[in-house]
């Protein structure tokens, strides 16, 4: 079993649907880190969370630490928001271990 | 754009060759990490430099190393290289206070393909 583990693997939806990404983790962490992978490779950083919630436009960022569970949310979603997401937590040895992403579609 | 800067853009290079893959920080950023993106891996943390010093390691093979300049530019060097090395090199920057979980900023990345 991995360590961190995102849901679904892949997302298709159609524009304006609200759009939840799940991370789970099985380790102690320190932080959480959400990112998005476009489609040409580059990735962006998208929120650094250890505890609550953080919101950056139409998205939102939870994670339950007791539960060991992190969210990703995309409100009004936009066929520009079509990328990979990937989860990544920090661990309180200092080693960073990533879930193998999921990939979103949002048709227009 | 990040302002994280990496050359090349991509390598090719045949096995049992060494190759060096250069990144640039963020003016200011102190902390260099370097990634490596597989497609059978997924993304794995090799090691991060803050101020010119290992910080932390992650799944860096011994074929593998890399150093952070006074200037703070980073270079992850990759010797013996295999057919499974073929991936892409991501370097990410981060203001830091030496802490491993700042924001990071990452750079385009390096395609390396190894024939």
């Known amino acids: 079993k991995n360590e961190v583990e995102q849901s679904p693997q892949n997302l298709t939806a159609q524009e304006g649907e609200f759009i939840t990404i799940n991370c789970s983790y099985s380790?102690?962490?320190?932080?959480l880190h959400w990112l998005q992978q476009h489609p040409g490779g580059g990735i962006v950083s998208l929120f650094m969370?250890?505890?609550g919630k953080k919101k950056h436009g139409r998205l939102i960022a939870t994670i339950n630490i007791q539960e060991k569970h992190s969210s990703l949310h995309i409100t009004a979603s936009h066929p520009r928001d079509s990328a990979v997401y990937i989860c990544a937590v920090f661990t309180r040895d200092d080693k960073i271990i990533f879930g193998k992403g999921t990939r979103l579609h949002i048709l227009p | 754009d990040s302002g994280v800067t990496q050359t090349p853009k991509h390598l090719i290079t045949a096995t049992g060759q060494r190759v060096t893959l250069r990144c640039s920080p963020r003016s200011g950023d102190l902390s260099v990490y370097w990634y490596q993106q597989s497609l059978d891996q997924g993304l794995q943390f090799l090691i991060q430099?803050?101020?010119?010093?290992?910080?932390a390691k992650g799944n860096i093979l011994e074929r593998f190393s890399a150093q952070q300049f006074p200037d703070l530019h980073s270079e992850l060097n990759l010797s013996s290289l295999e057919l499974g090395d073929s991936a892409l090199y991501f370097c990410?920057?981060?203001?830091?206070?030496?802490?491993?979980?700042?924001?990071?900023?990452f750079g385009p990345g390096t395609r390396l393909t190894v024939l």
């Open positions: 380790v102690g962490i320190s932080a």
């Open positions: 430099y803050y101020n010119g010093e290992e910080r």
């Open positions: 990410a920057s981060s203001v830091g206070s030496g802490d491993l979980y700042n924001e990071q900023f």
């Open positions: 969370l250890s505890s």
